[in-house]
């Protein structure tokens, strides 16, 4: 048991998403929950929550395959890549359910540790990373592929740090250690969901608060902030070029998403890739699965003679068949995938933790930063966070009835 939760642990808390090292482990948990289910008499149950992201996932996946099969596009697809894009969604939907199976069967502390371990295991390499981090441009990436992976996972664990601390000093220390030190990823959408969370989880009083000392800030240190936005221009953090992107939208529309308009490709690629996906959704309400994202951004941009709009680096070589097309966004990627159902699915599941955070407020909080998170990005297996997030609210909410019962 000991080698199954490192594993897992490290699978939850790493850019480890090989296909070979979750298929065993699919192959390890699904003998587990055979075996549980034998000594439970063949019983099993979902929470609500649970039953809406399996029928969410399973619908993703009817999808993908009959669009893979009977899809009629005009534009060149790469079925290849798209069977390989299905084939990594499969298996992240199958490890998911094993997932969470194996971790209802154990308790809140069980789970909480193997937040803990791969918390840990981060922050050990960026330590190790720090040195680089502080003399370059570099931006740590811990057990992860890149910066922004590392962001994405810093916003799903660092609230369930101090939601399962309870009184132990080990496990605060290495929350506030990794509060402090996770954020040398320097991600832009890191910054982004941190400050939206604390904009929609503090009091009216706070807020007020921290927008004062911000006004204060820039009228302080005006000069300095101005010199330094200078100095972001030419630098690899992306955040150059929003004035020019809020400029260029609202003086021409959508197609002032170009370089012709001097909005850089970053920009183009995401926004326009976000406009399609919502698009989308009135073209295919009932969704179009995974991986068929890619032939049809492509087909949307020929029918609706965008592809003279849309103009930039990345979206050219889309075009071309270099690149793939994504909503590059984890959740809207669920919502285009299973369309309607997918709406309701995460409305309810949000709802859920939204109406649980008068009985545990930090569970809420962690959910609504993961969430955010999956609505800027696209990088991380988000299946395994909100299974994560399932079981612990499962967990939460079963104690919280033990205890109102207990009362009467």
Same mark, same amino acid.
């Given at each position: 048991m000991i080698i199954i939760d490192a594993i897992l642990a490290f699978l939850i808390s790493s850019a480890l998403d090989t296909n070979p090292v979750k298929?065993?482990? &699919?192959? +390890?948990?699904? $003998?587990?929950? =055979?075996?549980?289910?034998? *000594?439970?008499?063949?019983?099993?149950?979902?929470?609500?929550? /649970?039953?809406?992201?399996?029928?969410?996932?399973?619908?993703?996946?009817v999808n993908s395959f009959y669009f893979f099969v009977y899809g009629d596009f005009t534009v060149a697809v790469n079925q290849t890549e798209q069977a390989l894009g299905i084939r990594k969604f499969a298996i992240e939907v199958i490890f998911s359910f094993f997932l969470y199976f194996y971790l209802k069967g154990k308790s809140y502390e069980h789970v909480m540790n193997l937040i803990y371990t791969g918390v840990v295991a981060n922050c050990i390499i960026a330590v190790v990373e720090l040195p680089i981090v502080l003399t370059t441009s570099h931006r740590a990436q811990m !057990?992860?592929?890149?910066?922004?992976?590392?962001?994405?996972?810093?916003?799903?664990?660092?609230?369930?740090?101090?939601?399962?601390?309870?009184?132990?000093?080990?496990?605060?220390? $290495?929350?506030? /250690?990794?509060?402090? &030190?996770?954020?040398?990823?320097?991600?832009? /959408?890191?910054?982004?969901? !941190?400050? &939206? +969370?604390?904009l929609c989880t503090v009091k009216l009083s706070y807020k007020l608060i921290s927008m004062f000392f911000i006004l204060l800030l820039f009228g302080t240190f005006n000069a300095q902030i101005m010199s330094f936005y200078e100095q972001? !221009?030419? *630098?690899?953090?992306?955040?150059?070029?929003?004035d020019r992107v809020v400029t260029s939208i609202t003086e021409m529309g959508v197609v002032g998403l170009s370089n012709d308009y001097d909005v850089t490709d970053t920009y183009v690629t995401r926004l326009s890739a976000i406009y399609v996906a919502v698009m989308t959704l009135f073209d295919y309400p009932f969704g179009i699965g995974a991986?068929?994202?890619?032939? +049809?951004?492509?087909q949307y941009l020929v029918d609706h003679d965008l592809v003279n709009v849309f103009m930039g680096g990345e979206v050219d070589k889309m075009l071309r068949g270099e690149a793939w097309a994504s909503p590059r966004s984890r959740i809207l990627g669920l919502i285009v995938g299973a369309g309607i159902v997918g709406i309701l699915a995460l409305g309810y599941i949000f709802r859920s933790f939204f109406l649980f955070r008068k009985y545990n407020y930090l569970i809420y909080v962690a959910f609504l930063s993961t969430f955010i998170a999956g609505?800027? !990005?696209? =990088? *991380?297996?988000? =299946?395994?966070?909100? +299974?994560?997030?399932?079981?612990?609210?499962?967990?939460?909410?079963?104690?919280?009835?033990?205890?109102?019962?207990y009362a009467q």
């Open positions: 298929i065993i482990m &699919i192959a +390890v948990l699904f $003998i587990h929950l =055979l075996y549980t289910l034998k *000594n439970s008499g063949w019983l099993i149950s979902l929470s609500k929550e /649970a039953t809406l992201l399996f029928i969410t996932s399973f619908i993703i996946l !057990l992860f592929f890149e910066p922004s992976s590392a962001g994405f996972y810093y916003c799903f664990s660092v609230f369930l740090l101090y939601l399962g601390m309870g009184k132990s000093k080990v496990k605060k220390q $290495i929350a506030i /250690a990794f509060t402090i &030190i996770g954020l040398i990823a320097f991600s832009k /959408a890191q910054f982004l969901v !941190l400050a &939206i +969370v604390g972001l !221009l030419d *630098n690899n953090l992306q955040v150059y070029g929003i991986s068929t994202f890619n032939p +049809v951004y492509k609505v800027v !990005l696209e =990088l *991380n297996p988000i =299946l395994d966070y909100l +299974v994560v997030l399932i079981v612990l609210l499962e967990k939460l909410r079963n104690e919280q009835q033990m205890e109102g019962k």
